[in-house]
């Protein structure tokens, strides 16, 4: 029967195989599974081109209004699903970039623009615009008239009468054609407390434009919405209003109730729904309610997004609009990787030269810990959690190599340390990790608090910097104790790989395999 101390060191032994295959296969398995997918890092901007835009505020505003605003267009963006586009400042103006799309322009149309959501009770129903061909034809700064009484959308005009279940029947009150010589109101000039004239989306109601009065409530009542399709298979948008929001438009669906609401975004009518139709009396909607119409997917995806994060507290102008080609970027791509691989294959040769067998520990740690990232990275670049990976994150991998390097030199001095004190390689490699595993932690949680930091404080390709950094920095921490430990501890204890050969480990540290104290 063997001895107490015999099973120990056959348990440790086991333990450290185990974790040294863990790492090994997993490594593998997720690298294979990631090629099969075709999963590949979503490189940003200068590396991958795409589209950016510069907006500028229509008037001067405050900082706080202007982070308010980038903020909601940062939500917007995650909202699409859109992963890699960033939002932010340069001085007054918001910058808003978007990596590797086709469709970036429609993108950066539904998010960017001023997106400002507004509930108008609507006046009179208007035919299209007869074009500046005609002499009748007003100038956009022409006031608009008021509808006359024929044309007016009042509950008596529209004489809605319920029938049975939600069904209803009402009245088709005429347009008024006097307004065919004005044109419509400009997005630039639909503001809340004006009265404008509005084109409709297609379908969304039974009039080519609307003359609309003052908004009596705008997007900030609403709490949460969303685009779903009915049983029917039409799309509607279901929302819940805040708690100011509900009485207040409890308030405003009394006092124009069977009568029309408009719901505008941006210079356009989504949604003309007459309140509560299949009701003979008005009640309170309890904080919900429903848009309905012939809203397309889109539409109502954008609709419920709009709703969803609400309105920017300021108008925005775009100023530039480009196509970003990535030649720049990837010519510098390609220089950086030469230079970083060119640079890497000297340390290693370094290491194999200086440290022997230790050399080759380097060499396959850093190609396990290249495969892991590569799939993490990979991963990510599937959701928006990660900021895109792009010049400064490929920087902030390199300088992380720098930091694994050292954790592996900060070992093996230790080693070192460990047989100059006359202790055989076989001794040392439990003792000389204890001792450097200490100092590589708190390098390592130094670092790792520097790139937190600087992601939380930084902007734009800063934080893809330090977000990669940290990234790296974690695993640095990962390898060092589930791979580098075992693998270095195996090969120290296994007398042939440790004897003074060429390439022993004992060679490596310049110390003799013989015995020594314990």
Same mark, same amino acid.
């Given at each position: ?116 959501? &507004? ?62 010589? &004005? ?55 279901? &929302?819940?209003?805040?708690?100011k929001g509900s009485p207040a438009w409890d308030k405003l669906a009394q006092t124009y ?58 108008? /925005? ?37 200086? &440290? ?117 920095? /974690? ?44």
């Open positions: 029967m063997s001895p107490p101390s015999s099973r120990a060191q056959a348990r440790r032994q086991r333990s450290l195989v185990i974790s040294l295959t863990i790492v090994i296969v997993v490594a593998v398995a997720s690298l294979a599974g990631v090629l099969a997918a075709r999963w590949s890092p979503r490189l940003g901007l200068d590396l991958n081109g795409g589209l950016s835009v510069i907006y500028k505020p229509a008037h001067k505003v405050s900082q706080t209004d202007l982070n308010q605003t980038v903020t909601i267009l940062t939500d917007r963006v995650n909202g699409l699903g859109v992963s890699g586009a960033t939002v932010g400042t340069q001085g007054g103006d918001i910058i808003v970039q978007v990596p590797g799309v086709k469709n970036g322009q429609q993108i950066l149309k539904t998010i960017g623009q001023t997106a400002q959501l &507004y509930f108008r009770p609507a006046l009179c129903g208007a035919p299209p615009f007869v074009g500046k061909s005609s002499k009748a034809t007003k100038p956009a700064s022409a006031p608009l008239p008021a509808c006359p009484a024929t044309s007016q959308l009042t509950e008596a005009n529209l004489g809605v009468v319920p029938a049975a279940g939600t069904t209803f029947h009402e009245n088709t009150v005429p347009t008024d054609p006097v307004l065919a010589d &004005y044109p419509s109101t400009s997005p630039t000039k639909d503001l809340r407390t004006k009265t404008v004239l509005l084109p409709e989306i297609p379908g969304a109601g039974q009039y080519t434009r609307y003359l609309l009065g003052p908004a009596a409530l705008t997007g900030h009542a609403v709490a949460h919405a969303v685009a779903q399709q009915t049983q029917l298979g039409r799309w509607v948008v279901s &929302y819940t209003l805040t708690a109730f069977h009568q029309i609401i408009a719901i505008e975004l941006d210079g356009q009518v989504y949604s003309a729904p007459i309140i509560q139709p299949g009701q003979s009396a008005f009640s309170s909607f309890d904080g919900k309610g429903e848009i309905s119409g012939h809203l397309t997917e889109t539409q109502a995806k954008t609709l419920a997004l709009a709703m969803q994060f609400g309105s920017l507290p300021v108008r /925005l102008i775009p100023q530039t609009t480009e196509t970003v080609s990535p030649t720049l970027g990837h010519s510098a791509l390609v220089a950086g990787l030469g230079a970083g691989l060119a640079g890497l294959l000297l340390v290693l040769l370094y290491t194999i030269v200086y &440290y022997r067998l230790l050399g080759i520990v380097v060499f396959s740690g850093l190609a396990v810990t290249g495969a892991l990232l590569w799939v993490i990275i990979s991963a990510l670049g599937h959701t928006s959690v990660a900021p895109s990976f792009d010049l400064a994150g490929v920087t902030g991998v390199i300088v992380s190599i720098g930091i694994t390097v050292d954790s592996y030199i900060v070992y093996f001095e230790r080693l070192k340390d460990e047989t100059r004190a006359g202790r055989t390689v076989r001794t040392s490699v439990d003792r000389g990790f204890a001792s450097a595993w200490r100092t590589v932690l708190a390098a390592d949680t130094v670092s790792f608090g520097a790139a937190v930091v600087l992601f939380f404080v930084a902007v734009g390709a800063v934080k893809g910097f330090a977000f990669f950094l940290g990234l790296s920095t /974690l695993m640095d921490v990962f390898m060092t104790y589930f791979f580098t430990r075992p693998l270095v501890v195996l090969l120290g204890r296994n007398e042939r790989l440790a004897g003074a050969g060429r390439m022993g480990i004992a060679r490596g540290l310049a110390v003799s395999s013989e015995p020594g104290p314990a």
